[in-house]
């Protein structure tokens, strides 16, 4: 059974900086990976899809790499913003015939102003 | 502008009723979702439907039913038999998996017993 892990679980860090987010699974024979924003009591934002054939996606501030022989997912945040701070999830799609995605617990992440 | 519409945002249920909760989508998605998300648990899958009149039962489908009458809505009733219902619903929607678009979720209703 696919299983996704984001470390850490918190981050805190100080506006203007840089950072870097990470997603690891278990399986992978993925079909895509998509990172999600969530700010309190809201649904989830997609921020940047990638699939199994590529290797990242940029968006703006936003990076994510998909290295699937190593089963790590990054997503990288370039000079940071207060508006920033969310917790960011990260899922997988199987790339069999199950149609769920598999989510991470996620990064609550903090940008101080 | 499309998107999912879930209400109500809010929702209270007394011990032993059943409620719905509504899911509408203008994407012209073919398949939809409901996850439950509990503090420190994550998102878990509830129900899923890939075609209207079609649904498939997800990891935590206990106390839970839905139907698919039309493509557009996918509502989900929880019923008494459901003995920790408080947490926060999210419905989602995708293409089928040739469309390559991701999951698109709602804004979530939030369900509490009292």
């Known amino acids: 059974k696919q299983e996704v892990t984001q470390i850490p679980a918190a981050l805190s860090v100080p506006e203007g900086e840089n950072l870097v987010l990470n997603c690891s699974f278990t399986d992978s024979a993925i079909y895509n990976l998509q990172w999600f924003r969530q700010d309190p009591g809201k649904g989830l934002t997609s921020l940047l899809l990638i699939q199994s054939s590529q290797r990242e996606q940029t968006s703006g501030r936003l990076n994510a790499s998909l290295d699937k022989s190593s089963g790590r997912s990054t997503l990288y945040i370039a000079a940071s913003q207060p508006g920033d701070s969310a917790t960011y999830l990260c899922a997988l799609l199987p790339s069999g015939s199950a149609r769920q995605l598999t989510f991470g617990s996620g990064t609550q992440l903090t940008v101080l102003p | 502008d499309g998107g999912i519409t879930q209400s109500p945002k809010y929702l209270f249920r007394k011990e032993g009723q059943n409620v719905t909760l509504s899911c509408e989508q203008n994407l012209n998605h073919d398949a939809m979702y409901w996850y439950r998300q509990d503090p420190g648990q994550g998102l878990r899958l509830i129900y899923y439907s890939q075609i209207v009149n079609d649904f498939q039962k997800g990891d935590i489908a206990e106390g839970y039913s839905v139907s698919r009458e039309k493509k557009e809505s996918f509502p989900l009733t929880v019923t008494s038999a459901q003995k920790n219902p408080t947490a926060f619903y999210l419905c989602?929607?995708?293409?089928?998996?040739?469309?390559?678009?991701?999951?698109?979720f709602g804004s979530g209703t939030r369900l509490t017993v009292v």
């Open positions: 989602a929607s995708s293409l089928p998996r040739e469309g390559r678009t991701g999951y698109t």
